[in-house]
């Protein structure tokens, strides 16, 4: 357990937009936004680029009636700080880690969406002692292709044109159309509303400033530069499932396939129908993959030896999967 962590306890409450509890925590300096809801064994929920975690409104109260529910707004998000700070997702990794150890939370299963997606795979890289499952939601660094609009976020002068672009009126016009094509039953269209409020939130130079260094850390022209094909094997040693949208128009539901070929004993579930936030759009039946992930599969017992042998072999090495999960 980290034992440096300087941090003050939470000391200031509000309300979300959606009108949860917000909590706040001072680490390193930086104050950061979370949401609890429940009790039982930790479950996390990391959010996409440009979301916080009202995104996980729809299911946050499910999910809370079996685990004790943690939905951080990330560092550069939200209702958090967004400093010049390490925006990569080993950064977030660290904090994701310093949060929990805040919370006195030893151990959790991690649920990452898109971009939250590579920081839960980077946190049970980084602290695989900390982590009991992983559920990847339309997630990132499991190849190269993502939408032109990401990609565009790493161009010289984005700063300064979406500056324009937000300006009240113009802004106002667009979240009103985005959100108006959203309810337009064309899959193409179906996650504006979503688009609608991460536009929306680039009013702030702060939070513009925050999401080009994101970003910039695991995007450039060509795409997806951040990949987890160099260490899928280590989730030899842990349960993961993998959900996603055949409709979703961000990251291509083929990367679940990629998935399954880097992970063969990961847990695949396409949902039919469904664009880049499945859990928004179909909230009961996401809620209902997930619960049943963590009650068929044992919580990831670490063994520092054999994630050794992993790390040095870069292959299975014998490990005992039993309901998905390492044995003692």
């Known amino acids: 357990m980290p034992t440096s962590t300087q941090a003050r306890?939470?000391?200031?409450?509000?309300?979300?937009?959606d009108g949860h509890e917000l909590r706040f925590v001072t680490i390193h300096g930086h104050r950061r936004a979370f949401v609890t809801a429940g009790q039982g064994p930790a479950?996390?929920?990391?959010?996409?680029?440009?979301?916080?975690?009202?995104?996980?409104?729809?299911?946050?109260?499910?999910?809370?009636?079996?685990?004790?529910?943690?939905?951080?707004?990330?560092l550069g998000h939200g209702a958090s700080d967004k400093p010049r700070a390490d925006y990569s997702v080993g950064g977030y990794a660290n904090g994701m880690r310093d949060?929990?150890?805040?919370?006195?939370?030893?151990?959790?299963t991690v649920v990452g969406h898109s971009f939250g997606g590579g920081v839960a795979m980077q946190f049970a890289y980084q602290f695989p002692e900390r982590?009991?499952?992983?559920?990847?939601?339309?997630?990132?660094?499991?190849?190269?292709?993502?939408?032109?609009?990401?990609?565009?976020v790493t161009t010289p002068g984005f700063h300064q044109v979406m500056g324009a672009l937000t300006m009240p009126v113009v802004r106002q016009v667009g979240t009103t159309?985005?959100?108006?094509?959203?309810?337009?039953?064309?899959?193409?269209?179906?996650?504006?509303?979503?688009?609608?409020?991460?536009?929306?939130?680039?009013?702030?130079?702060?939070?513009?400033?925050?999401?080009?260094?994101?970003?910039r850390a695991v995007v450039d022209w060509r795409g997806q530069i951040v990949t987890m094909a160099d260490r899928a094997y280590l989730t030899e040693a842990m349960p993961m499932c993998v959900l996603w949208g055949t409709d979703d128009h961000v990251i291509p539901v083929s990367h679940a396939a990629n998935a399954a070929a880097l992970a063969p004993k990961a847990r695949i579930e396409i949902m039919d129908g469904a664009g880049h936030f499945p859990h928004k759009e179909d909230p009961e039946r996401f809620a209902d993959l997930v619960l049943d992930f963590c009650a068929s599969t044992r919580p990831a017992v670490y063994s520092r030896a054999r994630w050794r042998a992993l790390l040095r072999t870069g292959h299975d090495t014998g490990l005992?999967?039993?309901g998905g999960a390492t044995g003692a």
Request: overall charge neutral; aromatic content about 4%.
């Open 43 to 74: 479950l996390v929920l990391l959010h996409g680029l440009g979301c916080d975690h009202t995104t996980w409104s729809p299911v946050i109260a499910r999910l809370a009636e079996h685990f004790t529910v943690i939905a951080p707004d990330l």
């Open 99 to 108: 949060l929990l150890t805040v919370l006195g939370i030893d151990k959790a």
């Open 9 to 17: 306890p939470a000391r200031t409450r509000g309300r979300g937009r």
């Open 131 to 152: 982590t009991e499952r992983l559920v990847l939601v339309a997630s990132g660094g499991l190849g190269p292709e993502v939408t032109p609009v990401i990609r565009a």
């Open 177 to 215: 159309a985005m959100s108006a094509l959203s309810l337009l039953p064309v899959p193409a269209t179906r996650d504006l509303d979503e688009v609608a409020a991460i536009y929306d939130s680039f009013k702030d130079p702060a939070a513009r400033a925050a999401i080009r260094h994101v970003v």
């Open 320 to 322: 005992t999967s039993v």
